[in-house]
Every structure is written in structure tokens, then in C-alpha cells.
């Protein structure tokens, strides 16, 4: 059975960071491409970032892109996502979640691909 678990997230005031991690077990995570998605109350879900199983290629939206860092370490089966000078607009639940095929590129604008999520982790940012 495979579980996702997100951790790190809190309050924190404008411009501040916070590191996000999420720990997979149950597969092969260094086979699979993992993303962290988001959601805002009454907003629908966005596609923040993506990395592949190697760790050698990324994206991010566009929204994030110069403050917000995805990282992995495969030997901790764990993914990170390093959220810098944050904004209000960036409070929201955080989910990541694990790719349903191994060894291929990552989309965060496809999030059926991924099909096993986490409970997910609350950031809130006051201004």
C-alpha cells in the first residue's frame, strides 16, 4: 500500500520560507516523477511543481518560478519543496503526490497522472 505524507507547514508572515517535505513508501520512488499541487479555499487545485525521478529536470508555475525550490532524495524517499519569499496568495493546502508510471517527464497542467496523494499540509501566509 502506498502512503504519501506531507509535513512542514505552518504560519508564516510575507516573505518568509518555509520547507515543505513529503515521504513516500510503498513504491519504488526512485522510479516515479513526484509534484506538489496546492489548493486555496474556493479556488480550484494548481500544479506548483514537478520533478522527475532522477531529479535532473523540474518545472514550476509560473506563479512560483525564482521563489520555490523542488528538490528530492531518493535515498530518503522524500521530496522537498523550498518555499521562499512567500505571499499571501500563497496560502493554501499543499498536497504532493507520486506519479502512476514510472521513468517519465513531469506535468504539473496533467494532475491525473498522479494518483497516489497525500493528506496534504497547510501553509498560511499573513500579510
Known amino acids: 500500500q502506498v502512503q504519501v505524507v506531507e509535513s512542514g507547514g505552518g504560519l508564516v508572515q510575507e516573505g518568509g520560507s518555509l520547507r515543505l517535505s513529503c515521504t513516500v513508501s510503498?513504491?519504488?520512488?526512485?522510479?516515479?516523477?513526484m509534484a506538489w499541487f496546492r489548493q486555496a479555499p474556493g479556488k480550484e487545485r494548481e500544479g506548483v511543481s514537478c520533478?522527475?525521478?532522477?531529479?535532473?529536470?523540474?518545472e514550476y508555475a509560473d506563479s512560483v518560478k525564482g521563489r520555490f525550490t523542488i528538490s528530492r532524495d531518493n535515498a530518503k524517499n522524500t521530496v522537498y519543496l523550498q518555499m521562499d519569499s512567500l505571499k499571501p496568495e500563497d496560502t493554501a493546502m499543499y498536497y504532493c503526490?507520486?506519479?502512476?508510471?514510472?521513468?517519465?517527464?513531469?506535468?504539473?497542467?496533467?494532475?491525473?497522472?498522479?494518483?497516489?496523494w497525500g493528506q496534504g499540509t497547510q501553509v498560511t501566509v499573513s500579510s
Open positions: 520533478i522527475i525521478w532522477s531529479g535532473r529536470s523540474t
Open positions: 510503498g513504491l519504488r520512488f526512485d522510479y516515479y516523477a
Open positions: 503526490a507520486a506519479d502512476q508510471s514510472p521513468y517519465r517527464s513531469c506535468s504539473i497542467s496533467w494532475p491525473t497522472r498522479f494518483n497516489h
